[in-house]
Each structure stands twice: as structure tokens, then as C-alpha cells.
Nanobody, 124 residues
Framework: QVQLVESGGGLVQAGDSLRLSCAAS????????MGWFRQAPGKDREFVAG????????DYSDSAKGRFTISRDNAKSTVYLHMTSLRPEDTAVYYC?????????????????WGQGTQVTVSS
């Protein structure tokens, strides 16, 4: 297992940008595919973005595609989610997740390690 700590959330206005960070510690972080999920009040947790262990493969939800970018710096054991053109419907708690192996998944039950979440609130 790896331990994950997210940071970078906050209150922004519609159209603003925000970068979330997820610092991994414990077992070798580069052995894990990573994902970002989010959960809004009263809604299920949903996939946002994922990247392979090496960072060469990325995947995005339809709502994130073209606006969000996932990246990782394995030397720093950190994964980022750069969000642009934020909308009020992006308001949620954002979670970082790790999955042992090379490829990410869109299914949250495939991930064995989770961070505590960071709140992102987008005002209109």
C-alpha cells in the first residue's frame, strides 16, 4: 500500500484554474497507476482522470477531457491534476487513488489506496 495526501483544493470562480497535488509515500510509488476521482454531495464517486505508472498513458472522463490534465513526477512521487475553465458543476471533494500495476482504471473499486480528499468549490 501507499499513503496518499492531496492538497491544492480551494474556492475559485468559474473560469479559473486550479492544480491539485497528490504526494505518495510508502511502497514505490512508480509501481502504481494513479487516478483522480471526485464526489459531489448526494452523488456517487466518479472517475475524473487516470495515468499509467510510467505516466505515458492518460485517460479522462468526458467532462474532464480538454480542460483537465493529469501528470506525475515519479522522482517526487507526486501526481497532479491541473484543472482549467472550472465550472460550478466541478464542485466536489477530489480524491487521489493508487492502483498497483501499470494501467489505471475508471472503476474506483480497482484502486486499493486513497487519499483523504481535498475540497474544490467553484462559484458562479
Amino acid at each position: 500500500q501507499v499513503q496518499l495526501v492531496e492538497s491544492g483544493g480551494g474556492l475559485v470562480q468559474a473560469g479559473d484554474s486550479l492544480r491539485l497535488s497528490c504526494a505518495a509515500s510508502g511502497r514505490t510509488a512508480r509501481s502504481y497507476a494513479m487516478g483522480w476521482f471526485r464526489q459531489a454531495p448526494g452523488k456517487d464517486r466518479e472517475f475524473v482522470a487516470g495515468c499509467s505508472a510510467g505516466g505515458g498513458y492518460t485517460d479522462y472522463s468526458d467532462s474532464a477531457k480538454g480542460r483537465f490534465t493529469i501528470s506525475r513526477d515519479n522522482a517526487k512521487s507526486t501526481v497532479y491534476l491541473h484543472m482549467t475553465s472550472l465550472r460550478p458543476e466541478d464542485t466536489a471533494v477530489y480524491y487521489c487513488a493508487a492502483r498497483y500495476g501499470s494501467l489505471p482504471s475508471r472503476t474506483y473499486s480497482d484502486f486499493g489506496s486513497w487519499g483523504q480528499g481535498t475540497q474544490v468549490t467553484v462559484s458562479s
